[in-house]
């Protein structure tokens, strides 16, 4: 007989285990754990249990602490456990050791955020560079991985293999990263001669922590559909739009959002993709205000554009989601001392205009100054087409 239900696949269940490093608050370490559940649950997991363990540094054979290993052991034995999740990049023989110790599937961050890339890739390019990246994360770790991409990735041309067999695997899989790298750089011809094609038109890339509402902007901005939804990388695929403000066309092009620890060979594999942002004229950073962790998140897109090459493109600040800021208000009376919970919005605009006198405070979800946002836009992009082409003042 067997009915739908039998054939729905129940959501893999999984526990996450994080370490607190020195300097890092219990506040930031649990943000950063929510931050891994949220990744976690994009990917389909369900979780079942966090451990957290504070160590100067991570236990250089088993991530964490035998006994805390232990008491992760007992817990992923007694409930059946799918996975357990890392929140950093596990060496191959942390790996290995963890994997013999709990007997389930082990992943950690990288995998994870690679997993959700592959799960979105739409484009041959994108699907590309993911496989690229997968095969360089499986390379040093073949071993015990093997069972696990096949399971996730299917026909991929290549057949689980013994223990023995692990050499001619390596060779295989070599293989496969030169023909992926060559096919790249095919690609990143092709999309080189579409970007030219593209003509001389001014470039905005909307660039930002995942999340923070870039893609909601580019619909709104650009009246067209953009797949918008609460989840970490929603999207891998640039999607590039002309946009008109004002009789003044630009290009605008929403990318994948940065995250936290984006381990540098993926931010290498992610360059094509990347070289939207790398080209182009001005960039739109986009900041979810709301996030407790919002400065921090600041931080990383800023040092991830730096690694890539976009440190010097002029940036316009945008602070998105002031719909969503919540903050403890502090009356005059109250004897405790004010901390950076105590900021009202007025409070942090203040604040940050100070050192960014253009930014901005909008609400793309209910469409809060948007109008100041198109004059800024306008502006720099007329500032920039007036420098490109000096003679040519038809167009305002
Ligand atoms: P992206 O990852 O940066 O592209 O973010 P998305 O555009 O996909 O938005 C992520 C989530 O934030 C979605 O659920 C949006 O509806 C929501 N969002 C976007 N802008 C705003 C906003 O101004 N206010 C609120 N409250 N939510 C927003
Ligand atoms: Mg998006």
Redesign the pocket.
């Known amino acids: 007989m067997g009915d739908y239900w039998d054939h729905r696949p129940y959501p893999e269940t999984a526990v996450l285990v994080g370490v607190i490093k020195q300097g890092q608050s219990d506040e930031m370490a649990s943000d950063y754990l929510e931050e891994l559940a949220f990744l976690a649950e994009t990917a389909g997991a369900e979780i079942r249990a966090e451990y957290t363990q504070r160590l100067e540094a991570p236990h250089p054979k088993t991530f964490i602490g035998s006994g805390k290993l232990s008491q992760v052991k007992d817990f992923v034995k007694e409930e059946e456990i799918d996975m357990v999740i890392f929140d950093d990049e596990l060496s191959p023989s942390q790996l290995r050791n963890i994997e013999r110790e709990l007997n389930c599937r082990i992943l950690d961050r990288t995998n994870l955020i690679l997993d959700i890339f592959a799960g979105r890739a739409q484009t041959a390019h994108a699907k590309t560079q993911v496989e690229l990246a997968q095969y360089q994360y499986l390379l040093p770790r073949l071993t015990r991985m093997w069972t696990h991409l096949e399971r996730q990735r299917g026909g991929i041309g290549l057949r689980g293999p013994g223990e023995t067999e692990i050499e001619t695997d390596r060779r295989i899989i070599r293989d496969r990263i030169s023909k992926l790298k060559d096919q790249l750089i095919k690609i990143d011809k092709q999309m080189m001669v579409q970007r030219k094609n593209r003509g001389k038109m001014v470039r905005v890339a ?1 660039v ?12 709104l901005l650009s009246k067209s559909k ?10 891998l695929d640039t999607t590039v739009r002309k946009v008109v403000v004002e009789n003044l066309p630009f290009l605008l092009s ?1 990318t994948v ?1 940065f995250i936290r620890k984006l381990p540098t060979h993926l931010v290498e594999s992610f360059k094509s993709t990347l070289d939207e942002v790398r080209e182009a004229d001005v960039l739109m950073h ?1 900041v ?1 205000i ?1 996030h407790p962790n919002f400065e921090e998140q600041i931080e990383v897109v800023e040092s991830t554009l730096r690694e890539l090459g976009g440190g010097e493109i002029p940036v316009l600040l945008v602070f ?5 800021y919540t903050y403890t208000h502090k009356d005059d009376d109250d004897l405790t001392p004010m901390s950076r919970d105590n900021l009202s919005l007025d409070d942090r605009k203040k604040e940050w205009l100070k050192t960014h006198p253009e930014a901005l405070f ?5 469409k ?1 100054n948007i109008d100041e946002l198109k004059d800024q836009l306008y502006q720099k992009v007329k500032d920039i087409h007036v420098k490109r082409y000096p003679y040519n003042d038809l167009l305002y």
């Open positions: 909307l930002g922590y995942t999340n923070a509402g870039k893609s909601t902007l580019m619909n953009v797949f918008a939804e609460d989840k970490l990388f929603a999207t929403d959002g986009v979810d709301s998105n989601k002031t719909d969503a909008i609400s793309a979800l209910k809060n």
